[in-house]
């Protein structure tokens, strides 16, 4: 039966809704705002991420080219100045990634990318510097952060700055990056001339991968130079035939990258 005016409950349902109706819009309101809030977020979100990947394509894409260049040994000058200029190019580029999503996996990328270039021209101050920037970067993943602070002291050991190098791979790091802690540790103390330290460390190093059944030729010479005979690791077995060719992953391409780098 519909309520009128002149029902027994009328003045009670009025006096409610005067009394509760201010709560209830109240709350459709900021329902509503909350669902379109978080559907733009969602939409603005999505759209910055493709951006950052957009930029970041074209700077790997760069970057390859610069490197298939890099190793021609007979550039003519016309191709070594265009050279010159697509390394200029890349960087700016990586900049302006950086500095409009530097919060993003794909500024970290980038950076990889930068420092490597500094690393390979020997231009270990600025290389140092881009690894602090990409350190800066909190994505939330404990190994991104172990590659950035493994590869950062690397660099400071090729500086000659070995006290600040000890002290950065001696930060906590994920089981997985214990073997190349280890290892990193040894060359930092072997550059101070610590033999005893360096041979604990490779050997730990050795002692680690044995676990995981992986086995490092280098790690093996290192020992080896120190009087130290590693002990021959048995390679891995798999019951499962892992396959040929992979799928790329574009977020994970130069992780991966320096991944292995960190491992060698």
Not at 30 to 46: E, S
Not at 222 to 235: C, N, R
């Amino acid at each position: 039966m519909a309520l009128t005016p002149n029902s027994p409950n009328a003045d009670n349902s009025m006096q409610a809704l005067k009394q509760y109706g201010s709560y209830i819009v109240t709350a459709i309101l900021l329902a509503l705002a909350a669902y379109f809030g978080w559907t733009y977020w969602q939409n603005n979100h999505a759209r910055v991420d493709t951006v950052a990947a957009d930029q970041y394509a074209d700077i790997q894409q760069l970057n390859e080219e610069v490197k298939l260049a890099s190793q021609n040994p007979d550039l003519e000058a016309e191709a070594q100045e265009a050279l010159t200029q697509s390394r200029g190019q890349l960087d700016k580029d990586i900049d302006t990634l950086v500095s409009t999503h530097g919060e993003s996996v794909y500024a970290w990328q980038a950076l990889m990318i930068k420092a490597r270039q500094q690393v390979d021209n020997d231009d270990f101050a600025a290389a140092t510097e881009t690894f602090k920037k990409a350190l800066a970067i909190d994505l939330g993943d404990a190994g991104l952060e172990a590659i950035t602070r493994l590869r950062y002291a690397k660099t400071l050991l090729a500086a000659g700055d070995t006290d600040t190098a000890l002290s950065e791979a001696n930060n906590d790091m994920p089981s997985s990056f214990e073997a190349s802690q280890q290892e990193l540790l040894g060359d930092i103390y072997l550059a101070q001339d610590n033999k005893d330290s360096a041979i604990k460390s490779y050997s730990n190093a050795w002692e680690l991968l044995r676990s995981r059944q992986e086995t490092r030729a280098v790690l093996a010479l290192k020992m080896e130079s120190l009087g130290i005979t590693a002990e021959p690791i048995a390679d891995q077995t798999s019951l499962i035939q892992e396959p040929s060719a992979p799928e790329p992953s574009l977020v994970m391409d130069t992780s991966n990258e320096v991944a292995v780098e960190v491992e060698q």
